[in-house]
């Protein structure tokens, strides 16, 4: 396996994480909004935005929070298995 994916590597991770509420791919949804290789560290930063898919209902945020951690799991299961990356960090900014 290479050291760090390639881009369309990266999209066919993207469609193969799957947000339960709608069945579409986070490549699909557009919520990836950025990525970046920090190499001095061999760290992943991936930008989601998770906003506009969390409720605005008070009781429901444990819920969207648990249902992102499915997916920020998901990707990083997939991602860490090559060489190159050692850390991934997911931010919503």
């Given at each position: 396996m290479p050291l760090i994916p390639t881009e369309a590597e990266i999209v066919d991770i993207l469609k193969d994480v799957k947000?339960?509420?709608t069945g579409n791919s986070l490549y699909d949804l557009g919520m990836v909004r950025?990525?970046?290789y920090r190499v001095e560290d061999r760290t992943?930063?991936?930008n989601i935005d998770f906003r506009r898919?969390?409720?605005s209902c008070a009781a429901c945020a444990p819920l969207a929070?648990?249902?992102q951690k499915g997916i920020t799991d998901g990707l990083s299961r997939e991602l860490l298995r090559y060489r190159g990356i050692e850390h991934i960090e997911f931010t919503d900014r």
């Amino acid at each position: 396996m290479p050291l760090i994916p390639t881009e369309a590597e990266i999209v066919d991770i993207l469609k193969d994480v799957k947000d339960p509420e709608t069945g579409n791919s986070l490549y699909d949804l557009g919520m990836v909004r950025y990525m970046d290789y920090r190499v001095e560290d061999r760290t992943l930063v991936i930008n989601i935005d998770f906003r506009r898919r969390t409720p605005s209902c008070a009781a429901c945020a444990p819920l969207a929070w648990f249902v992102q951690k499915g997916i920020t799991d998901g990707l990083s299961r997939e991602l860490l298995r090559y060489r190159g990356i050692e850390h991934i960090e997911f931010t919503d900014r």
